[in-house]
């Protein structure tokens, strides 16, 4: 008789790695993932959603409302236990802690901010390394395999004499092999850029003091630009030379928290008091102009929190505790649902369906429709409040709560 024990053990190894791949099926490595645009590829939703979510783990990473990232099998997660910030590097099949980076967070958040203590920058993952930016504006650069730290930046020096305040929420962004961040505070700021291998910073961009939004960046009539916004204006700046394009003024109360959304020359954003806007972008004279194309300031039309997710000329989004969908072109709202789902949601286009994580730790699965909100399936998937996004991943669903990551798994 044949010894089948290592065939046996090879098809064994065949099928873990297939059910690993089918568990983890997309890289999301930063802020809105791979496009910080909330945009999930490929994912294959059942025929018919079940009735419950299973739980498969959950690991404490520490307070905050940093969102995840994820790439192959590990999930890196961003959070504060006491006066440190903490790096957590998770096996995201098992759950095990592969490693951590402990440090002196250096930073006490005070005043109507303090009901977030921790941390809300999230983390990104490029060519192995792991950059992330602290409350109190540390900025760490980690191999991602290890946790070395390879540099890090932590003083007004190291900003380029910056003088900066925080409480930071913008998530780095990397381009061109380089780490940018937005850093500054009374009235000026600077967008940064450090060399991704070496820490040594290669160019500044100052001008108003940042909101705690984070960067995009866009091709427009060919130049490519850092689109983001500032305390007072939605801004475009040249990667080339880092100049100021153009400008539109945007303030929104309290703050401008949300991303903006581009789609060719056409840039959106939202905030609370400022509804929904649409600027166009576009080059006359080798110069840029941006105007407005239409505002909707109706309560129904903006959101404090909840950047819009664009899909077939539709912006489907949040505002006055209800998830809506915009016409893209007119900013007319199509429709809003009626349920109160709290301040916030953080929206994923998966495809077949939209996934809306609220800040009441409610998971809504609904079809991406001009219609009307028809939902497909609903979860409670923790306790609010919840501010991360969620990571999706084949039939994984990582979910960060105020303290903690749990792994949720479609049956």
């Given at each position: 008789m044949k010894n089948t024990n290592g065939l046996m053990a090879a098809v064994a190894g065949i099928v873990i790695l297939v059910g690993m791949s089918s568990v983890l099926a997309q890289d999301w490595p930063q802020w809105r993932g791979p496009n910080r645009d909330d945009k999930l590829n490929g994912f294959a939703a059942p025929q018919s959603w079940p009735k419950e979510l299973?739980?498969?783990?959950?690991?404490?990473?520490?307070?905050?409302?940093?969102?995840?990232?994820?790439?192959?099998?590990?999930l890196y997660a961003f959070g504060r236990q006491e006066a440190n910030e903490v790096i957590s590097c998770i096996d995201?099949?098992?759950?095990?802690?592969?490693?951590?980076?402990?440090?002196?967070?250096?930073?006490?958040?005070t005043g109507p901010s303090s009901r977030h203590p921790g941390t809300r920058s999230?983390?990104?993952?490029?060519?192995?390394?792991?950059?992330?930016?602290?409350?109190?504006?540390?900025?760490?650069?980690?191999?991602?395999?290890?946790?070395?730290?390879?540099?890090?930046?932590?003083?007004?020096?190291?900003?380029?004499?910056?003088a900066y305040q925080f409480e930071s929420s913008m998530s780095?962004?990397?381009v061109h092999g380089m780490c940018i961040v937005y850093v500054g505070g009374k009235g000026q700021g600077s967008l940064i850029a450090f060399d991704l291998a070496s820490g040594q910073a290669k160019w500044k961009y100052t001008g108003d003091a940042p909101a705690p939004s984070?960067?995009?960046?866009?091709?427009?009539?060919g130049t490519r630009q850092i689109v983001t916004i500032n305390e007072k204006e939605v801004i475009g700046v040249s990667l080339a030379d880092q100049t100021l394009l153009w400008q539109v003024p945007f303030k929104a109360r309290p703050v401008n928290t949300t991303t903006p959304v581009?789609?060719?020359?056409?840039?959106?954003?939202?905030?609370?008091?400022?509804?929904?806007?649409?600027?166009?972008?576009?080059?006359?004279?080798?110069?840029?102009t941006a105007e407005p194309m239409w505002t909707n300031s109706d309560?129904?039309?903006?959101?404090?929190?909840?950047?819009?997710?664009?899909?077939?000329?539709?912006?489907?989004?949040?505002?006055?505790?209800?998830?809506?969908?915009?016409?893209?072109?007119?900013?007319r709202v199509?429709?809003?649902?009626?349920?109160?789902?709290?301040?916030?949601?953080?929206?994923?286009?998966?495809?077949s369906c939209l996934i809306a994580l609220t800040v009441n730790g409610e998971l809504s699965v609904y079809l991406p429709s001009d219609k009307q909100y028809t939902e497909l399936a609903h979860y409670k998937v923790g306790d609010p409040e919840i501010w991360a996004h969620p990571v999706i991943a084949g039939k994984s669903i990582f979910i960060r709560d105020k303290e903690s990551v749990t792994l949720w798994t479609i049956p």
């Open positions: 299973k739980q498969k783990w959950k690991v404490t990473v520490g307070v905050g409302d940093s969102s995840p990232a994820l790439v192959g099998d590990k995201a099949v098992s759950g095990k802690v592969l490693w951590q980076e402990i440090y002196p967070a250096q930073f006490v958040v999230s983390p990104i993952v490029v060519e192995g390394k792991l950059c992330v930016l602290g409350v109190g504006g540390i900025l760490s650069c980690l191999d991602a395999a290890t946790g070395k730290v390879l540099w890090r930046k932590q003083s007004a020096a190291d900003y380029l004499d910056t780095p962004m990397v984070s960067p995009v960046v866009a091709t427009i009539e581009i789609d060719g020359q056409t840039v959106y954003v939202t905030g609370q008091g400022m509804g929904t806007l649409a600027i166009k972008v576009a080059k006359k004279d080798g110069k840029f309560t129904q039309a903006g959101s404090t929190f909840t950047t819009p997710v664009l899909r077939d000329g539709l912006l489907f989004g949040f505002a006055a505790t209800k998830l809506n969908c915009l016409d893209a072109k007119t900013g199509l429709w809003a649902d009626t349920a109160n789902r709290g301040q916030g949601a953080a929206i994923v286009d998966a495809g």
